[in-house]
């Protein structure tokens, strides 16, 4: 925040730890705006702290549509109370930036995951805190949130009912800190199959559904460059034309070998060209 000495300067000038977006930078041009996302890259790159301001989340979603957010009424709830707890102002301390990180690779979607991505993640992350035996969401919600969890533990539980028989049979799945869950009823926009509640105190962070499947979009983009780049530098396929070469580049997968680990046996039938990454 300005004070009135200093309201002459441009506000991104002297910000060295922390980016807080809040009410105060509504007037912001675009340029202003261009220049806030280029200093919170660089902010995370070099692992500095950055504030997460329930401000730009009531913001942002006075734009969308209050109905899509169904996830137990939760959403509604802290949009249309000001004062409700469970949205919060946080500080990403460097160590959680890098839990975060450590947890996003670990996920299957985000395995090959960049410095690119991570700051536009970053840049689109909430912050959640709920006490104990709260529900989440629950199974049949419209599922709007990929999660994050970055304190406590939470139970997910399905029921699923034989048509034959009408017994019911129930499944259960404890998440646990620097977890990632809820990308199911993203990528397939269908109803949540669970029902999520918390077994202790728990804060977690949060991608809504718009900003996930945008994520995933521009990751398919630069997986696709990257790989583009990668063949243009092997021999065998530099005579190829851009289209036969944009095909190969679709069928490439990445695979991960340990020390010592057998990639092929002597006597078998080759049907993988292998081209070593790294």
């Known amino acids: 925040n300005l004070s009135k000495d200093r309201s002459k300067q441009n506000p991104l000038t002297d910000i060295k730890e922390n980016i807080n977006i809040t009410s105060s930078y509504k007037n912001l041009n675009e340029l202003a705006y261009s220049n806030c996302e280029m200093m919170l890259t660089k902010l995370t790159k070099n692992r500095k702290s950055i504030c997460i301001s329930p401000n730009k989340f009531r913001k942002n979603n006075t734009i969308r549509d209050a109905s899509t957010h169904d996830e137990s ?110 990308e199911l009823s993203l990528i397939s926009q269908c109803k949540r199959e669970e029902t999520l509640s918390s077994l202790t105190d728990i804060s977690f962070f949060t991608l809504d559904g718009e900003s996930f499947r945008e994520i995933q979009k521009r990751m398919n983009e630069i997986r696709l460059r990257d790989r583009y780049n990668f063949l243009n530098n092997i021999s065998i396929f530099q005579p190829l034309g851009c289209i036969p070469k944009h095909n190969v580049t679709q069928k490439l997968k990445l695979r991960e070998f340990k020390p010592n680990e057998k990639i092929i046996s002597y006597g078998t039938v080759g049907e993988t060209l292998y081209i070593i990454k790294n």
């Open 73 to 182: 009424d939760f959403l509604s709830n802290v949009q249309n109370d000001p004062s409700s707890p469970n949205l919060c102002e946080h500080v990403i301390t460097p160590e959680e930036a890098s839990n975060i990180q450590k947890a996003l690779s670990k996920h299957f979607l985000f395995q090959d995951i960049n410095d690119e991505i991570i700051n536009i993640i970053f840049n689109e992350l909430f912050f959640f805190k709920y006490e104990k035996d709260k529900v989440i969401y629950e199974q049949g919600d419209e599922g709007n949130f990929f999660y994050i969890l970055s304190e406590g533990n939470v139970k997910a539980v399905t029921k699923t009912i034989n048509p034959k028989t009408n017994e019911v049979s129930i499944k259960e799945k404890i998440y646990k800190e620097w977890e990632c869950f809820g």
